[in-house]
């Protein structure tokens, strides 16, 4: 059965700080790993993954891929509150049909 | 607002009623997803379609839900005799269905407390 684990459970820094959140997946004829952030309700999503060694950046956000390792981190670099947040770590199989979620990091970014 | 939309946001009901969550995906989004989420953890993916075509549904809970999406547009999930433990945020999603498959937008959810 396929698996994602995200580590830490739960975060809790200081405006500026900068933090990385880990995951590691089993997924079965893997295709990509995906990060999303669900604030109140609906998940939003950050980055897809495809490739080893490739980062994603979006402004203080990044993300990379270890396809080898089966692991991924996203950073975040100068928090903001407007940063607190559960990130979430998805993997999708190649039949494109269905994610896989971990349990998520809890961030609570304090002024 | 042209996000994916679901009714009601929140159902309060007593255990062996049926329940029915209704999803209004983006409209030229030709996939739709089904998600359960409890507290404290991810969403469990429960079933997808393709346009009107039923793909996978082996991850849906037990043989009391079901869900349909008759003309490929909106999407209904049924729970036919609710118990407490099916209480949880049920998630829409939907997404365009090629190349960036994983890009799900989500609906804000639909709450089921079961009494």
């Known amino acids: 059965e396929d698996k994602v684990v995200q580590s830490p ?3 809790v820094v200081h405006e500026g700080d900068t933090v990385t959140l880990n995951c590691s997946y089993e997924v079965t004829n893997f295709r ?12 939003t999503f950050l980055f897809m993954l495809t490739s ?14 270890d396809k080898k390792e089966l692991f991924s981190i996203l950073n975040i ?3 903001q509150t407007g ?7 998805a993997g999708e199989t190649n039949a494109g049909n269905m994610l896989t979620f971990g349990g998520g990091t809890r961030l609570m970014v304090k002024p | 607002d042209t996000g994916v939309s679901q009714d009601p946001r929140h159902k309060i009901t007593k255990r062996g009623q049926n329940v029915t969550f209704r999803c209004d995906p983006i409209s030229e989004h030709n996939r739709l997803y089904w998600y359960r989420q ?8 429960l079933t997808y379609f393709q346009n009107e075509a039923q793909l996978e549904k082996s991850r849906l809970l037990s043989d009391r839900f ?5 003309k490929g547009s909106f999407s209904t999930l049924e729970i036919q005799r609710t118990e407490q433990g099916d209480s949880a945020m049920y998630l829409c999603a939907s997404s365009l269905g090629w190349g960036r498959t994983g890009e799900l937008f989500f609906g804000e959810g639909s709450r089921l407390t079961v009494l």
């Open chain 2, 66 to 70: 079901s869900a349909e999406r008759p």
């Open chain 1, 9 to 11: 459970l739960s975060l």
């Open chain 1, 52 to 65: 080893s060694g490739i980062e994603k950046k979006s402004g203080r956000l990044s993300s990379i891929l």
């Open chain 1, 83 to 89: 940063d607190s947040a559960v990130y979430l770590c």
């Open chain 1, 77 to 79: 670099t100068a928090t």
């Open chain 1, 32 to 43: 990509s790993l995906l990060w999303y952030k669900q604030e109140k309700k609906a998940p």
């Open chain 2, 38 to 45: 409890t507290l404290g953890q991810g969403p469990e993916f």
